[in-house]
Each structure stands twice: as structure tokens, then as C-alpha cells.
């Protein structure tokens, strides 16, 4: 090992004696740094991590190794030294070490040399570390196994510009195996394997932050393998072939080779099974099984079954992502100790495998656009999980699966939350799982199935449809026991029923051609459980399809199946017609606010816009959510009040301000409302004002420019103080429903000031920086006249303002003094209600003091969640806003003691913004960035320099069997 280190301490020396290492090292640092900040644009990217560092390096670490190593054997061979390197008493495996660790120290300084550009982002926004301590280990096992072509290659010639394309070519050859390019023209089972020996995707969930040891021996068997076959070509220059015993010696060289190679291919077919040793750098175990999954695996009664249905031929950006769901499969199948059973199949190899799946549970292909650079296609493909427990079963198709982001680079597809989503589904088929006589059991009066059908007039390709209708019908009457009462109707002929039709359900006659000259009815209605419910059959639904929209149906109609939210939202009055205008052209009806919320809901909840003008929220209303109530009547103003008092779970969108984006400018209006009267009753103010903050977030803003004699308008993304970026040191982090969060913005938020009445306990959620302050003025549109650098400038005391609170406990009620508005006269309006005495028979019914396991959470930003900021969310650099929607969904799951749910969503990944900078910021970080590297670098080049000492003779310990 000594011998080892002497040659290693001279081979590193000799790099830094020559403008070597400063020229590589520096030619490798530029074009990281360019790659981060230009090709990446980490900046436009707004996220907290290194991962575009990562996802270069395999590329660019080739150049590097192959300009460092091509000249390490290449250059002896040229010098004539290598013959005497042989002679000397060295055994040959302890040069290619000593050769093999220099190299490695090398690219490992190389590494240390970017170290700027992480601790640049520390600076700028909550960096998660583990990720970054991983990504430079695998990135070193990397380079060490490129080191080790390297130094094979060079040993085969004395030309070092051979050795380098050699090199080169080699080494990318490796790295595009596994390349989305050409896994995409061979099937999936092809695609694995070639994933497995490619070093770029091998170094896929590297750059995550998840060190597998499947990848890792990857690394090291490869460069074993490397470095025995450089000792092989070195050691049998040794020999003498001429020789019989030295043929016998290169045999017997070149088998030890061959079974090395053998061992480095069956370690890593040994390894690729195991998917527990891995382990997961990220701070919140973004990509591991998390406890509450291992719970509720445990807590099954029943087999679970997961099925991947995957094509081999499939969109080229979904194919990566088909291992990461089989790794994560398999992880749920061995915490599930043998109540998970995990199964994979294509579809499209199987026929009867395809029109089965299609029949029973709805799973068809779905059509993808794919090309290349010859030619354009169609590819029908799978791309589903199905989950079955008992009779239950649900898909997740690759729209529930994935999410695709898009940047002014690139467009990256990536898993949603693939743990949270599948741990979601199960928790909600094993809740499910009860048998449809339960269900009807539980109806309070028997539920009535009405098809309403005109079989003289249905089209051709509704034929079948009635009888697959009766089928399904007369299966859940024999189960339903007399709780299900099954009827067929042909309201062709009945003018009267038609009309009731088209009053109570909206149903009206289907058009069979264009001109709708024959019409026909087909419509299935289900009265149950107080509510009626439409189900509108298609002529493409399978029998499944059917079974499984009226079981949903039943479910609903089933108390206590699904929590309830309720949304109240004030819906916006029509505008007058244009007389000027033919009705086809007149603008269509305002439409109320909170619509992209209502939709995202769905997905766990079932979601009532309530109307409160009774006076009353439905008892079927677990959480009521208030958002721009406009100025709602003492009857609204009850029914929430009493709602609460009920121990219910309110959620109050209550900001002064509401944004009207229309006609190219922003303006706000201050929002007058009797919630705000409700809020102080129960201990919250909310301020007539809009809070303004230096840690922003940006906002695209319509700004006017002289260009000319002409003045135009352009959209820029400009740092916007009404966007206050609030991050965790201004969150309440005991609180669960800031779980998983990383940053919210309140746009358009107004302060709130809290003084909870007695038996209520309050906890502060957000606050703003220190250096916020207020406008009352109502202008939110920058004044680049005034202030041309920013827009904005602070005015009035600067400190940290409250934006959310959570209160729980015994709530004074608002009409606890006062009159009761459903026993107020006909002809009162609210505030003479108000004003009356308080007579026993006026106030006799109403709960003056809630439960005290009644909450209330107030957000001061009417528009967190507005369809305005969904939709800028989801456009790109649109992440800093995602917050805000988890925000709300877990306060929802909060207030419905849903904790389980918070877990499994705060182990997905999420993304870390960073600070609001503004372009000269930006720019100047990227300088900085660029300075401090080239400092690094100048230092590491000339430090050997200043300690050199002039080597006479290398002291090497006698080899074994030599004579000294």
C-alpha cells in the first residue's frame, strides 16, 4: 500500500507542475457553472436545490476523465518509461492503483471546486443537504469508474489524442444505454435493462438524493472490472508469448479477467432485487415508505392487490418513470408482509388480458403522440395502477399519476406523489370495502333507480346499453333486500312527465343527428338518502363502468360515507344585456370565484355549494369553507354563526381586498361584509388594509415602456410586495396543518389582529417579515414615475403582521343578544333585526355558546385559492404559489381530524423556493458564483507550487521474488 501512495502522491504532483490541471479543471468549472445558471436557468427554475448540478455532471465528468487520464499510460508507452516502470521491484496491480487514486483525487478536487454554487443556494433559500452530501458521493463513484476506462484505454496506445477519443467514446457509449433516446425504441423489459448499464440513468435517483446500493456497486463494479482489465494489458507485456509457459500465463491472466468481469455482472444481477438497502438523503424522506403507509398496510383485513398495467411501447418521457413506480411497488409488497400482492402486465401483449381489464374495471389505452426525427406516431399504450381490496377496486391512470412542469428550457414529467396518491387510494378502497347490503341497510328509506329510456328511437350505438342497465339493476336489487326499487320509464309519450324531467333534473332529449330532427331519451336518476343524483350513461360504458357509477352513487346517498365540504361564495350579478347586441353575442354570465378549488376538492371530498338564505348550513356539512360572501343577510350571517355554534369547522377566506384583473389592470376593491362583524364576535379583526412586504414573491405585471415616439406595454415578472413570501420562520410549526409546507403567499392579504374570547385557544399560523408594512390606499399596481427601481417603497412602521390564525373552543355566539332573523318580521332588514330587544321568543332557539370542540381559521387573503392565483400557480415559476392551495387542503384535513393524510402529503416532494431577488440580484449571485470558483480554483493550481520539492529517486519497497 505504501508503493500505492508514493505513486499516487507523484501522479497528483505532477499534474499541478504543468497548466494541466489549471486548463481542465477550469474548462470542466465553466461549463458546470453554465450548464446551472444559462442551460438550466436555475433562477427562472425559483427552486432550492442543486439537482440541475447533478444532472450534468455524469455528461460532463466524461470530458474531464478523458482529458486527465489520456495521458497517464500513453505517455509513458511514447517516453519509453513504461519498460522501466515494469522493471522496477512494483507489483503491476500498485501502479494502476497509484495511477487509478490520483485520477480519482483529481476528479474528486474537481468536485470540491463546485462546492460554490450549493452553498450559494444555502444563502438564498432552505436547501436540503442530504441530497447535495449523496449526489457528491455518487458523483465521485462515478468519476472514479470513468477514471478507470480512462487509464484501460490509454494503456492500449502511445498516441494520448487516441486515448482521449477512445475514451470519450467509450465512455459515452456507456452513459447513452440508458439514454430516454434509446430505451424509447426497445420494449419496457429491454428498456430496464438497459437503464441498469447506462451511468447517466444509473445516477437518475442520485440526483434525487436516494443512494441505492444497486447503484453504487453499479459504480464500483464497473471500475473494477476497468482496472483488472488494465492490469491484464499491462501485466502481459510481462510475459513472453513465445514461450509456452508464457502463453499458459496470459490464459490464465486473461480467465482471472473474465471471471472478475462474471463477478461485477453477478453482483449487480444479485443486487437489482434488493430494494431495502437504500438509503434516503432528504430531510423528510421524500422518497421512502412512510410510517402512516406501513400503518395502514398493517391495518388491512383483506389481501391487497396493486396491478401496473404498462405497455412496452409508450411515450418517451413516461418509460423512465415505469422502474420508479416497480421499485415503489415493490417496497409496498415487502411492508405489507404478505398482504400485498404486486403484479405487472401489458395489456397490449394480451388480448384477453385487455378486453377483461377494459370490461371490469374501465382501463383502456390511451393515445400518445410520439416522434423522432424521421418520423411522427401514434402510440396506444397503458400507463395505469389499478388497486383491488375485496369487491373494491380504483385506477390511477398517467393523468393521476404524473405531473409535467414546464420552464423556459424544459418540459420535465415526473410522479406526482406516487406514495401519497397510492397510500390514498388504498386508505380509501379498504374504507370502502363493505358489502353493498351494508350499504342499502343503512339507506334510511329504500332508494329508487329510474332509467328513463325511448327504446323505439335509440341510436344504433346506444342499443345494448338498456339491457347491460337492467343487468347491473336486477344484481343490486337481489342484494338490496327491498332497499332498492328499480324502474324503466318511456316518457316518449308523456308531455307532462317531460317537462317534469327537464324542471327537477334537467334531463332533456338527446338529438340523434346534427339537426336534431329525432331525438331520444336515456338518462338514469337515483333518488336516495334525501338527494337525487343524475347519472349520464354513455353509449361506451362498460358493464363495470355502470356498476361502478351507480355503487358511487348509492354510496353518496349512504350518510356518513364521504366528509362533506361546503363552499359559500357570493355568485356575481349578470350585467344588463347590450341592446346593441344579438343574443348569440352577448357576453355570457359572470361566474363565481373558487371554481379550481371546488374541482381539486373532488378529488377526497364530496363538495356542496351551499345556499345559506334559509338561515340554516346542511346538516350534511362537515366543513363550510366562506370566501367573498359579498354582503350577505342576517340569515347568511346566522347560519354560520350557528353552524359554528354546533361545533362545526369553518374556514374563512376573510381579506378586505377582492382583485379585479379585467380590461389589462389590476384594481381592488375593499370587501364590506357582515363576516367581518362575525370575526370580531369570536376574537379576530381583520385591519382595512393590504400588507406590503419586501419578501415577495413575483408577479407578472403589465409595465409601460417609451420605445420611440410610441409607448408600449409589456408583461414582466417584477418583484411584488402584495405577494408576501412567507417561510418557516414565520410559520407556527407545532400546528399540523403546516405540515409539509415550505412557503405560503398571501396575495392581496389583509392583517389580522387576534383577542380570543374566554374557553378559546388561538395559535398564530403565519407572519409576516419584519420589514412589512401597510397600504390603505387600495393601489396595487407599481408607480415606476415615483419609485422607477422597484415600483414600491416602505412607508409607515415596518414590523411582522399576523395573515392566519387557528382559534378552537367554546365560541360566543354573534346572536347571543340578539334577535333571531328567522322569527325577524317579513318586511326588516338586517340591521333593524339587529336592533330589536332580544325577546325570549326571538332568541329562545339559538345556540348562544358553541362546543367546545368547535374551530375556526382565518386567512387574511381573500384570493389564496381564487381561481386567479390557481391559475398562476400552475403557469411556469408559478411553484412559489403551491403552498398556498396545501395550506388550505390540509386545515380542511385538519379540521377533520384527518392527520393520517397530512403525513403521507408532507413525505412528497415539494419544492424549496427561493428568496425573491430581483435581476440585478440575480445577476450579481451568478458573478459571485463565477468569482469564488475561479478563486478556488487559482488557489488549489498554485498551492502544490509554493511546497514542490524536487524528487531525486522514488523509495519503492523490493518487489516479491526480485533480488535487490
Not at 388 to 397: C, I, K, N, P, V
Not at 494 to 515: K, T
Not at 691 to 718: H, K, S, T
Request: with cysteine.
Amino acid at each position: 500500500m505504501r508503493a500505492v501512495m508514493i505513486i499516487a502522491r507523484k501522479e497528483l504532483r505532477s499534474y499541478f507542475e504543468s497548466p494541466v490541471a489549471l486548463i481542465f479543471l477550469g474548462i470542466f468549472l465553466l461549463a458546470t457553472l453554465f450548464s446551472f445558471f444559462g442551460h438550466s436557468s436555475f433562477f427562472a427554475r425559483n427552486i432550492a436545490d442543486v439537482r440541475p448540478l447533478f444532472a450534468w455532471l455524469p455528461l460532463l465528468l466524461i470530458f474531464l476523465v478523458a482529458a486527465i487520464t489520456m495521458r497517464q499510460w500513453a505517455e509513458e508507452r511514447k517516453m519509453g518509461t513504461l519498460e522501466v516502470l515494469l522493471t522496477l521491484p512494483v507489483q503491476t496491480r500498485d501502479l494502476v492503483l497509484g495511477k487509478f487514486i490520483a485520477g480519482s483525487l483529481l476528479v474528486a478536487v474537481a468536485l470540491a471546486l463546485t462546492l460554490a454554487i450549493p452553498i450559494m443556494v444555502s444563502w438564498l433559500g432552505d436547501l436540503d443537504w442530504g441530497p447535495v452530501v449523496g449526489g457528491y458521493l455518487g458523483a465521485l463513484l462515478l468519476g472514479a469508474s470513468y477514471v478507470a476506462i480512462g487509464l484501460c484505454v490509454s494503456s492500449r496506445t502511445d498516441n494520448q489524442v487516441v486515448s482521449l477519443m477512445l475514451t470519450l467514446v467509450i465512455a459515452t457509449a456507456i452513459y447513452l444505454l440508458g439514454s430516454d433516446q434509446l430505451t424509447q425504441l426497445f420494449s419496457n423489459q429491454v428498456s430496464d435493462v438497459l437503464r441498469a448499464l447506462g451511468t447517466g440513468s444509473r445516477f437518475t435517483s442520485i440526483e434525487r438524493g436516494v443512494l441505492d446500493l444497486r447503484d453504487l456497486g453499479y459504480y464500483v463494479g464497473l471500475s473494477v472490472f476497468f482496472l483488472a482489465l488494465n492490469w491484464y494489458f499491462l501485466e502481459s507485456e510481462r510475459i513472453d508469448r513465445d514461450a509456452a509457459r508464457g502463453r499458459g500465463q496470459a490464459r490464465g491472466l486473461l480467465l482471472l479477467v473474465g471471471l472478475v468481469g462474471l463477478n461485477a455482472i453477478a453482483f449487480s444481477i444479485w443486487l437489482a432485487p434488493v430494494t431495502a438497502l437504500r438509503v434516503d438523503m432528504t430531510e423528510r424522506g421524500e422518497y421512502s415508505i412512510s410510517r402512516v403507509t406501513v400503518e395502514t398496510l398493517a391495518a388491512l383485513d383483506e389481501p391487497l392487490a396493486i396491478e401496473g398495467y404498462f405497455s412496452e411501447r409508450t411515450h418517451p418521457l413516461l418509460a423512465p418513470l415505469v422502474p420508479q413506480i416497480r421499485d415503489l411497488l415493490a417496497e409496498y409488497a415487502i411492508s405489507g408482509e404478505g398482504r400485498v400482492q404486486v403484479e405487472f402486465a401489458d395489456p397490449n401483449a394480451d388480448e384477453a388480458l385487455e378486453q377483461e381489464i377494459g370490461e371490469r374495471y374501465g382501463i383502456r389505452s390511451v393515445p400518445f403522440r410520439v416522434a423522432d426525427r424521421h418520423q411522427q406516431a401514434v402510440v396506444n399504450s397503458y400507463f395505469h395502477v389499478l388497486v383491488r381490496y375485496g369487491d373494491q377496486f380504483e385506477t390511477l391512470s398517467f393523468d393521476e399519476l404524473i405531473e409535467v412542469r414546464v420552464d423556459d428550457v424544459d418540459l420535465e414529467v415526473r410522479l406526482r406523489n406516487l406514495e401519497y396518491d397510492l397510500t390514498r387510494t388504498i386508505k380509501r378502497v379498504s374504507q370502502d370495502f363493505q358489502s353493498m347490503e351494508s350499504l342499502f341497510a343503512r339507506l334510511p328509506e329504500p332508494a329508487k333507480l329510474s332509467v328513463y329510456v325511448t327504446p323505439d328511437s335509440l341510436p344504433q350505438d346506444f342499443g345494448e346499453l338498456p339491457a347491460r342497465i337492467r343487468k347491473v339493476a336486477r344484481d343490486l336489487e337481489r342484494v338490496a333486500h327491498g332497499k332498492l326499487i328499480f324502474e324503466e320509464i318511456d316518457p316518449g309519450g308523456d308531455r307532462g312527465l317531460r317537462e317534469q324531467l327537464a324542471e327537477s333534473y334537467g334531463i332533456r332529449p338527446l338529438a340523434v343527428d346534427l339537426f336534431g330532427r329525432q331525438t331520444f331519451y336515456l338518462d338514469l336518476v337515483l333518488e336516495g338518502g334525501g338527494k337525487s343524483q343524475r347519472i349520464m350513461p354513455r353509449s361506451d360504458l362498460a358493464e363495470s363502468d355502470l356498476r361502478s357509477a351507480i355503487e358511487a352513487a348509492v354510496r353518496r346517498a349512504t350518510p356518513g360515507q364521504l366528509k362533506t365540504v361546503g363552499l359559500f361564495t357570493q355568485t356575481p350579478l349578470a350585467p344588463p344585456p347590450n341592446p346593441q347586441l344579438p343574443p348569440q353575442l352577448q357576453p355570457p354570465p359572470p361566474q363565481p370565484d373558487y371554481r379550481g378549488l371546488e374541482q381539486l376538492l373532488r378529488e377526497d371530498y364530496e363538495v356542496a355549494k351551499v345556499d345559506l338564505s334559509s338561515g340554516t348550513v346542511p346538516d350534511t356539512v362537515d366543513v363550510l369553507v366562506v370566501g367573498k360572501p359579498g354582503a350577505i343577510g342576517a340569515k347568511e350571517q346566522f347560519a354560520i354563526d350557528q353552524f359554528l355554534m354546533r361545533g362545526g369547522k369553518l374556514i374563512a377566506l376573510a381579506g378586505r381586498y377582492v382583485i379585479d384583473p379585467g380590461r389589462g389592470a389590476l384594481q381592488a376593491t375593499q370587501h364590506e361584509s357582515p363576516l367581518f362583524d362575525l370575526l370580531q364576535t369570536w376574537g379576530v379583526t381583520v385591519e382595512s388594509a393590504l400588507l406590503m412586504d419586501p419578501q415577495n414573491a413575483p408577479f407578472p405585471i403589465p409595465v409601460e415602456e417609451q420605445r420611440g415616439m410610441f409607448r408600449m406595454q409589456r408583461i414582466r415578472m417584477l418583484p411584488y410586495p402584495f405577494f408576501p413570501d412567507i417561510r418557516r420562520d414565520g410559520f407556527e410549526a407545532s400546528h399540523p396543518a403546516l405540515t409539509g409546507i415550505q412557503n405560503v403567499t398571501m396575495p392581496w392579504a389583509s392583517p389580522l389582529s387576534v383577542s380570543a374570547p374566554d374557553g378559546v385557544a388561538s395559535k398564530t399560523l403565519l407572519t409576516s417579515s419584519a420589514e412589512s408594512w401597510l397600504n390603505s390606499t387600495g393601489s396595487i399596481e407599481p408607480d415606476f414615475r415615483r419609485y422607477p427601481d422597484e415600483g414600491f417603497a416602505p412607508s409607515g412602521e415596518q414590523a411582522g403582521r399576523v395573515l392566519a390564525v387557528s382559534l378552537e373552543g367554546s365560541f360566543p355566539s354573534h346572536f347571543a343578544e340578539r334577535a333571531s332573523p328567522l322569527f325577524a318580521a317579513e318586511g326588516d332588514t338586517p340591521r333593524e333585526t339587529d336592533a330589536q330587544e332580544a325577546a325570549p321568543n326571538a332568541t329562545g332557539r339559538t345556540l348562544k355558546q358553541s362546543l367546545p370542540d368547535a374551530r375556526l381559521m382565518v386567512l387574511g387573503s381573500a384570493e389564496i385559492v381564487s381561481d386567479l392565483l390557481l391559475q398562476l400557480a400552475g403557469q411556469p415559476g408559478g411553484e412559489t404559489h403551491r403552498g398556498d392551495l396545501q395550506l388550505v387542503q390540509n386545515l380542511l384535513d385538519w379540521s377533520v381530524e384527518d392527520t393520517d393524510v397530512l403525513s403521507i402529503r408532507s413525505t412528497g416532494a415539494f419544492a424549496r423556493t427561493l428568496r425573491p431577488l430581483s435581476e440585478s440580484e440575480a445577476r450579481g449571485w451568478e458573478i459571485a458564483s463565477y468569482a469564488a470558483t475561479l478563486f478556488m480554483l487559482i488557489g488549489v493550481t498554485l498551492a502544490p507550487r509554493r511546497h514542490r520539492r524536487r524528487i531525486r529517486a522514488i523509495p519503492l519497497p523490493p518487489r516479491a521474488g526480485a533480488s535487490s
